[in-house]
């Protein structure tokens, strides 16, 4: 069965810090762009940060620039979203989606202007005191 799955989310304090990862299975994360997405309550989907297949290319918003690093390792199948300096605003759902490596970039799977093959679930992170 072909599916990502997120973990790492939960609650923590403003300033603290979180590692999400994203699992892939069914399929190799290693020809595709990897990006995670979030939404908060009533607020529309967003991309967060992208990293493209071959680890060189990395895109963040620039509400996380300096706070959030991406990272893959394709041998795991795993792509990871390493969070510090957690806002409240920061606090939403977390998704992680992938898009093949050929026909997406970095800046394209962020702004989902460019075809998204798979999405999970979703995990949650709550910010706050």
């Known amino acids: 069965q072909v599916q990502l799955v997120e973990s790492g989310g939960g609650l923590v304090q403003p300033g603290g810090s979180l590692r999400l990862s994203c699992l892939a299975s069914g399929f190799t994360l290693d020809v595709y762009t990897i990006g995670w997405f979030r939404q908060a309550p009533g607020k529309e989907r967003e991309g967060v940060s992208c990293i493209s297949s071959s680890d060189a290319s990395t895109y963040y918003a620039d509400s996380v620039k300096g706070r959030f690093t991406i990272s893959r390792d394709n041998a795991k199948n795993t792509v990871y979203l390493q969070m510090n300096s957690l806002k409240p605003e920061d606090t939403a759902v977390y998704y992680c989606?992938?898009?093949?490596?050929?026909?997406?970039?970095?800046?394209?799977?962020?702004?989902?202007?460019?075809?998204?093959?798979?999405w999970g679930k979703g995990t949650l992170v709550t910010v706050s005191s």
């Open positions: 989606a992938a898009g093949p490596s050929y026909r997406t970039t970095v800046q394209g799977l962020c702004a989902m202007s460019q075809r998204i093959y798979y």
